[in-house]
């Protein structure tokens, strides 16, 4: 099981960046899937997730401005980031779950695969 996350980098304040996470070696529509992000000396903060029946929660800090989809023909989840803001400034990670349980935004941060994370810097 593998998540391999691109698309990070460098905007201004206002500007918008879109994250992918391709997975391989498992089927990910049975699975949920979400993002966490971690900023230096911060806790890991759960920030969106998409369950088998394509229920959506966003993590109130990007309500509005991040959104959540996926492809399930390729695989990928994605995250489109709009209005970013300078506390936006993390590493972004995807991860995903069997236990749909705990499919919820707080414990993100917790399930079991996740990827190696890309850098989203917000000047």
């Known amino acids: 099981v593998q998540l391999v996350e691109s698309g990070g980098g460098s905007v201004q304040a206002g500007g918008s960046l879109s994250l992918s996470c391709v997975a391989s070696?498992?089927?990910?529509?049975?699975?949920?899937r979400g993002w966490f992000r971690q900023a230096p000396e911060k806790e890991r903060e759960g920030v969106a997730t998409?369950?088998?029946?394509?229920?959506?929660e966003y993590a109130d800090s990007v309500k509005g401005r991040f959104t959540i989809a996926k492809d399930n023909v390729n695989h990928t989840l994605y995250l489109r980031m709009d209005s970013l803001k300078p506390e936006d400034t993390a590493m972004y990670f995807c991860?995903?779950?069997?236990?749909?349980?705990?499919?919820?935004?707080?414990?993100?941060?917790?399930?079991?695969?996740r990827g190696q994370g890309t850098q989203v810097t917000v000047s």
């Open positions: 991860a995903a779950t069997e236990y749909l349980d705990i499919c919820v935004v707080p414990y993100v941060p917790h399930f079991p695969t």
């Open positions: 998409l369950d088998t029946h394509g229920a959506i």
């Open positions: 070696g498992y089927n990910p529509s049975t699975y949920c």
